[in-house]
């Protein structure tokens, strides 16, 4: 007979990581970052450099598809995370130099081909020069799962083709 103390928290699932891990867990040496694509010198690793004065820019011109996340599984690597808290800066619509609002969903898969929606939120782009507000969000129903990513729900543009731009983005495990 096995007799299990009281208020040890067990985790659903199997192959969880980063158990007891309250904060970001994005770019801990485990997985690596995924993207739709991104413009010229704009690459995925820049939203997961803990540097906003750099930014990921979408491919051009951006979409609904468009996207950056992160993969725990990718290479050697085979773990699933719980993303139950996530946070964006300075993340907007870019277009013709202007800074337009922008709405991001939060995605979860486990194979990178079927994408479940848990997370839908409007971002504030009411900021201007320099590195926007970091945004912290907490997941309703948080899933286990292989990789998690950001898109947005639409990106509209006037004079030009619109981007979407993400100075840093965390996927954070929160166990509190
Ligand atoms: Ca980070
Ligand atoms: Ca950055």
Redesign the pocket.
């Given at each position: 007979m096995h007799l299990y103390p009281q208020g040890v928290s067990v985790r659903p699932g199997i192959g969880s990581c980063f158990i007891g891990v309250t904060g970001d867990i994005t770019a801990l040496g485990v997985g690596a970052y995924i993207e739709s694509g991104h413009r010229a010198s704009a690459s995925g690793d820049?939203?997961f450099?803990?540097?906003?004065?750099?930014?990921?820019e979408s491919e051009s011109p951006g979409t609904t598809a468009s996207y950056i996340g992160w993969n725990w599984s990718a290479g050697e690597d085979d773990c699933r995370a719980i993303v139950r808290r996530w946070s964006i800066q300075q993340a907007y619509n870019a277009s013709n130099g202007t800074k337009l609002a922008s709405t991001a969903v939060l995605e979860v898969s486990d194979d990178l081909v079927d994408w479940t929606v848990v997370d839908t939120r409007a971002l504030n782009t009411s900021f201007g020069e320099g590195a926007g507000p970091v945004q912290t969000f907490d997941v309703a129903v948080p899933v286990l799962a292989r990789a998690a990513r950001l898109r947005p729900t639409a990106l509209t543009g006037g004079g030009s083709i619109p981007v979407w731009v993400v100075?840093?983005a965390q996927f954070i495990e929160n166990i509190v």
């Amino acid at each position: 007979m096995h007799l299990y103390p009281q208020g040890v928290s067990v985790r659903p699932g199997i192959g969880s990581c980063f158990i007891g891990v309250t904060g970001d867990i994005t770019a801990l040496g485990v997985g690596a970052y995924i993207e739709s694509g991104h413009r010229a010198s704009a690459s995925g690793d820049r939203a997961f450099d803990n540097n906003s004065a750099n930014n990921w820019e979408s491919e051009s011109p951006g979409t609904t598809a468009s996207y950056i996340g992160w993969n725990w599984s990718a290479g050697e690597d085979d773990c699933r995370a719980i993303v139950r808290r996530w946070s964006i800066q300075q993340a907007y619509n870019a277009s013709n130099g202007t800074k337009l609002a922008s709405t991001a969903v939060l995605e979860v898969s486990d194979d990178l081909v079927d994408w479940t929606v848990v997370d839908t939120r409007a971002l504030n782009t009411s900021f201007g020069e320099g590195a926007g507000p970091v945004q912290t969000f907490d997941v309703a129903v948080p899933v286990l799962a292989r990789a998690a990513r950001l898109r947005p729900t639409a990106l509209t543009g006037g004079g030009s083709i619109p981007v979407w731009v993400v100075a840093e983005a965390q996927f954070i495990e929160n166990i509190v």
